[in-house]
Nanobody
Framework: QVHLVESGGGLVQAGGSLRLSCAASGRTFSSYTMGWFRQAPGKAREFVATISGSGANTYYADSVKGRFTASRDNAKEMGYLQMNSLRLEDTAVYYC????????????????????WGQGTQVTVSS
């Protein structure tokens, strides 16, 4: 079983930055692709970013491209989501997720493809 814990959420003004962290335990972290998703009140969970197990490949939703950066430190079993130029519409609960992949360069873009989820961390962007 894989256990994930997100941290780093909070309240920030529009235009500001936050860095989310995701601590993983329970398996060989580098064998898992990490995804970041978010869910705003009354809306479906949406894909934000993904990073392959090796860290070599990333992919972003168009809405965050150029503003958010996913990274990971496999030695520390940590994943990160650096969020810059935050907008009001970025307000949501953010989740990290993992999915095992034999191909360490693989990325996955839909929630159904992920097996393990954290509890989420709230990000609120104010005007």
């Amino acid at each position: 079983q894989v256990h994930l814990v997100e941290s780093g959420g909070g309240l920030v003004q529009a235009g500001g930055s936050l860095r989310l962290s995701c601590a993983a335990s329970g398996r060989t972290f580098s064998s898992y692709t990490m995804g970041w998703f978010r869910q705003a009140p009354g809306k479906a969970r949406e894909f934000v970013a993904t990073i392959s197990g090796s860290g070599a490949n990333t992919y972003y939703a168009d809405s965050v491209k150029g503003r958010f950066t996913a990274s990971r430190d496999n030695a520390k079993e940590m994943g990160y989501l650096q969020m810059n130029s935050l907008r009001l519409e970025d307000t949501a609960v953010y989740y990290c997720a993992l999915r095992f992949s034999v191909a360490i360069g693989a990325t996955f873009h839909t929630a159904d493809e992920y097996n393990f989820w954290g509890q989420g961390t709230q990000v609120t962007v104010s005007s």
